[in-house]
């Protein structure tokens, strides 16, 4: 968000690096009836797309 002051609690922070370090941050997640539509961000910086059932979501 543009010219948001809003910082990161210890905790985000933390979950935050360990996204990193795994190689991807989730950026958005649409719900649907059958799967989840996960949107997230690749350590390239590219942007990815992947359908998760409730199952592998959780």
Do not use: W
């Not at 958005?28 to 910086?45: M, N, P, S």
């Amino acid at each position: 968000m543009a010219g948001n002051s809003q910082k990161l609690n210890e905790g985000e922070l933390a979950l935050y690096s360990m996204q990193l370090s795994a190689g991807y941050v989730p950026v958005g997640v649409d719900l649907a009836a059958r799967v989840f539509q996960v949107c997230y961000l690749t350590e390239k910086q590219k942007i990815k797309n992947k359908a998760l059932s409730r199952e592998a979501f959780l």
